[in-house]
């Protein structure tokens, strides 16, 4: 247990400090005029109150952005509680406004329950987590909202190790992020052997909002193992080709300023994957200047960067001669510790995949004679016995959360009104959807864009009659068929 639980006014919950309310208050205010999509889902719904009767568990950055969200899935009905699904993600004025709420006072709180904040341990990280499955009164939650998929492999271990009796003995193979969720689901089966299989009874979906928790899903999927039904809220084109590129657009760069301040323009950057966050990355490396290089696996994916003038190389190549090192793969172990080992002196390493595996962490830990010195929180040089080092931000952990705040609200909002919209979708009809992955239809799609062309100032062209039928298509859409790819 958190030494950071507390209950006030009935309310149960950890973060960092209630008193940064005020703070996070006015951030949100912001946000909220940069997010118009979750803002018109709010008004067009909050009558019908279409999420009445929900208790919703999120594991999602706890973010200003995020807390937007929040406020809206309670807006339309949903009882919520809320982590972070990084250790490093919170902004802990975030945290503490969703907590005191938008009537509540600090000594007063009238929120929701967060259990999350700047700089949590992976002991803690995992605590917080189990938080999300108690709403009191003996319930649980009936859905998750999903970043990664964290609080659903918990649900999904759990059910798998009550079936079997027993939570498997740690091994030596184990990473240590894996015994301590092993730890938490054995402690979680002595106090009661059917408590994640009654939770997941109750669960009628799950929405998943990230490129990894995805992969996740659809691997339950195939082997017959999800428990529930599943909206890849990723692969709304209004997501992943906005959020994951336009926005590490923005968070990336803003990550780098903020962690070392170096200048990039002139600079030698390594993108390793081109997909949605490596297009991005690559993008905003460029447009300060620097030259970049791109490492790929697919060749589609290797054509598009050659053909965007991207120099494509393996790591090896360049490993000796560039400045800064940024994977976005969702892979592991792309950056070795071979590789760091061979780096320019003060090389900067980042990740913004999901998990920190694309970096080699816990090698560079064995290092013998290495050094690791803390610059400031989530900045560390690793300094090799050869007198050279590498700076590593975020302990290998997505940087752009971790050194700065993510990606703004405009694009956020993008993606959280696909969120919203796919709760809504698995909330209110029950039996309508198996236990698959699922996406969103295009007209929803396209209705989360058109709900952000205002603000942009953007006049839509509208089809004529002859023209739509020329084309095959209802004058208000859907445009294109499901397997265009944008
Ligand atoms: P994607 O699948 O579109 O792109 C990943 C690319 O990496 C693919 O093209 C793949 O071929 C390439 N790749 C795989 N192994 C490789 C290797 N060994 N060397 C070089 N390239 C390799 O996925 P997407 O949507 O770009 O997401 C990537 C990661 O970023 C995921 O973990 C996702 O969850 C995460 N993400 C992070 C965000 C952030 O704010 N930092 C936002 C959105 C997604």
């Known amino acids: 247990m958190s030494d950071r639980l507390q209950k006030l006014n009935g309310i149960d919950f950890a973060v960092a400090d209630l008193s940064l309310a005020a703070f996070g208050r006015h951030q949100m205010r912001l946000a909220e005029h940069e997010m118009p999509g979750l803002m018109s889902i709010r008004e067009e719904f909050k009558a019908a109150q279409p999420l009445r009767g929900a208790?919703?568990?999120?594991?999602?950055?706890?973010?200003?952005?995020?807390?937007?969200?929040?406020?809206?899935?309670?807006?339309?009905?949903?009882?919520?509680?809320?982590?972070?699904?990084?250790?490093?993600?919170?902004?802990?004025?975030?945290?503490?406004?969703?907590?005191?709420?938008?009537?509540?006072?600090?000594?007063?709180?009238?929120?929701?329950?967060?259990?999350?904040?700047?700089?949590?341990?992976?002991?803690?990280?995992?605590?917080?987590?189990?938080?999300?499955?108690?709403?009191?009164?003996?319930?649980?939650?009936?859905?998750?909202?999903?970043?990664?998929?964290?609080?659903?492999?918990?649900?999904?271990?759990?059910?798998?190790?009550?079936?079997?009796?027993?939570?498997?003995?740690?091994?030596?193979?184990?990473?240590?992020?894996?015994?301590?969720?092993?730890?938490?689901?054995?402690?979680?089966?002595?106090?009661?052997?059917?408590r994640f299989t009654k939770i997941a009874a109750e669960i009628r979906g799950v929405t998943e909002e990230t490129t990894t928790g995805v992969a996740r899903l659809y691997k339950f999927a195939k082997t017959g193992d999800l428990l529930f039904p599943a909206i890849n809220v990723n692969d709304s084109v209004t997501k992943s080709k906005f959020d994951n590129k336009y926005g590490i657009r923005h968070s990336l760069v803003d990550g780098l300023n903020r962690a070392t301040d170096v200048m990039l323009g002139g600079k030698l950057a390594v993108v390793c994957g081109y997909?949605?966050?490596?297009?991005?990355?690559?993008?905003?490396?460029?447009?300060?200047?620097?030259?970049?290089?791109?490492?790929?696996?697919?060749?589609?994916?290797?054509?598009?960067?050659?053909?965007?003038?991207m120099q494509v190389a393996r790591i090896e190549d360049v490993v000796s001669e560039a400045d800064i090192f940024i994977t976005t793969t969702g892979g592991t172990e792309i950056i070795t510790v071979e590789h760091m080992a061979a780096m320019k002196h003060n090389a900067i390493v980042g990740n913004v995949g999901h998990f920190d595996d694309e970096i080699d962490m816990a090698g560079l830990a064995k290092v013998p004679g290495i050094e690791k010195v803390e610059v400031k929180p989530q900045v560390h040089e690793w300094r090799f016995p050869d007198g050279h080092a590498v700076i590593v931000l975020s302990e290998g952990r997505l940087m752009n959360l971790g050194n700065a705040t993510g990606h703004p609200s405009f694009?956020?909002?993008?993606?959280?009104?696909?969120?919203?919209?796919?709760?809504?979708?698995?909330?209110?009809?029950?039996?309508?959807?198996?236990?698959?992955?699922?996406?969103?239809?295009?007209?929803?799609?396209?209705?989360?864009?058109?709900?952000?062309?205002?603000?942009?100032?953007?006049?839509?062209?509208?089809?004529?009659?002859?023209?739509?039928?020329?084309?095959?298509?209802?004058?208000e859409g859907p445009y294109k068929p499901d397997h265009y790819r944008y």
């Open 55 to 194: 208790r919703i568990a999120g594991s999602l950055h706890m973010t200003i952005q995020t807390a937007v969200l929040i406020e809206t899935l309670v807006a339309l009905g949903a009882q919520v509680r809320w982590v972070s699904c990084n250790i490093f993600s919170t902004q802990d004025e975030a945290a503490a406004a969703i907590v005191v709420g938008p009537e509540g006072t600090v000594e007063a709180p009238s929120g929701t329950p967060v259990f999350a904040w700047k700089g949590e341990t992976l002991e803690e990280y995992w605590w917080c987590t189990e938080q999300l499955f108690d709403f009191g009164d003996g319930l649980g939650p009936n859905m998750i909202l999903d970043d990664g998929g964290d609080a659903t492999l918990l649900v999904h271990k759990g059910v798998e190790f009550e079936k079997a009796g027993a939570v498997p003995a740690t091994t030596a193979e184990d990473n240590h992020e894996y015994t301590i969720i092993l730890d938490t689901l054995r402690r979680s089966l002595a106090s009661d052997g059917q």
């Open 275 to 309: 997909g949605d966050v490596g297009k991005g990355s690559a993008e905003t490396l460029r447009g300060q200047g620097a030259r970049v290089v791109v490492t790929e696996v697919d060749p589609i994916c290797a054509l598009q960067a050659a053909m965007d003038g």
């Open 411 to 475: 694009v956020m909002s993008n993606s959280f009104t696909n969120q919203v919209i796919a709760q809504i979708e698995l909330w209110t009809k029950p039996g309508e959807y198996d236990n698959q992955v699922y996406v969103l239809p295009k007209h929803l799609d396209e209705k989360v864009a058109r709900l952000h062309l205002d603000a942009l100032g953007v006049r839509l062209t509208e089809l004529t009659k002859k023209q739509a039928e020329y084309l095959g298509v209802p004058v």
